[in-house]
């Protein structure tokens, strides 16, 4: 027999005969320490998304850096994305990138989108070109889109443009993890108490479980901004756990 769709969900078909039992994949619980409580989660329905780790936010020459923004803080989660990410393609969980990828039109994005980046009109906003390298600003395909060239990624990666603060709002990353069969989503990348904050909470308002990965997040906002953040998930809309305690309960 034929398959047709991915290991997570699919048909198997002939000519005379389609079997539509989607047989489960094995279950690989992990348990770890969390917060509020120790949790255990299935990895074969889990996945992870890395939102916004790209060089406007996060590499000199970027958006934030002509800004004169201090982009620095927001490469904290390099390091502890390149020790987890590996281990997590290992068990075969997904790796979504979650990056903006405007349209060059910008023609999806309301007024109230492109003024929180060009508030007096004639700033260099969403699709702006910067001064000395002439990218232009989160466009899809522009270097300040890339992911930042630190990071590893592999070509199995899934990759999800967004045009918004979350990640759920005119893109196909939901139809992409229903399609995967994910109940379980791990929260990483920039910034910790915008893009990631929002996309995780219309996560959890769909269904899905949430779990932020502190060490692989980061802000470049003030401190309280983050710690508002870390507070309202742990009190609000799932988990908050260290990339490390993961790893263990995976060993």
């Not at 990631?196 to 219309?202: F, N």
């Not at 901004?225 to 988990?239: D, L, M, P, R, S």
Request: overall charge negative; glycine content about 6%.
């Amino acid at each position: 027999m034929q398959l047709l769709g991915n290991r997570r969900n699919n048909w198997q078909v002939t000519k005379e005969q389609v079997d539509l039992q989607r047989l489960p994949l094995p279950t690989i619980p992990v348990t770890f320490d969390a917060q509020p409580q120790r949790v255990t989660v299935d990895l074969a329905k889990s996945a992870i998304v890395v939102i916004d780790m790209q060089n406007d936010f996060c590499t000199a020459g970027g958006w934030l850096d002509y800004i004169g923004a201090d982009f620095m803080p927001a490469r904290k989660p390099i390091e502890t994305l390149n020790r987890l990410l590996p281990e997590f393609r290992k068990a075969d969980v997904p790796v979504i990138w979650l990056n903006w990828g405007n349209r060059p039109d910008r023609l999806n994005l309301s007024p109230s989108v492109l003024h929180v980046y060009n508030q007096s009109g004639e700033d260099v906003g969403l699709g702006g070109q910067l001064p000395k390298n002439k990218s232009a600003v989160l466009e899809k395909n522009s270097w300040g889109a890339a992911i930042v060239s630190e990071l590893e990624v592999q070509e199995t990666d899934i990759y999800v443009d967004k045009y918004r603060m979350s990640g759920f709002w005119d893109t196909p990353l939901d139809s992409v993890l229903r399609n995967l069969n994910v109940h379980t989503l791990f929260f990483a990348g920039v910034n910790v108490d915008q893009c990631v904050m929002a996309t995780l909470e219309d996560a959890v308002c769909i269904g899905y479980d949430a779990i932020l990965l502190d060490d692989c997040s980061a802000t470049t906002s003030p401190a309280f901004c983050e710690e508002a953040t870390i507070y309202n998930i742990k009190q609000c809309y799932g988990f908050v756990a260290q990339s490390t305690s993961v790893l263990s309960g995976m060993m």
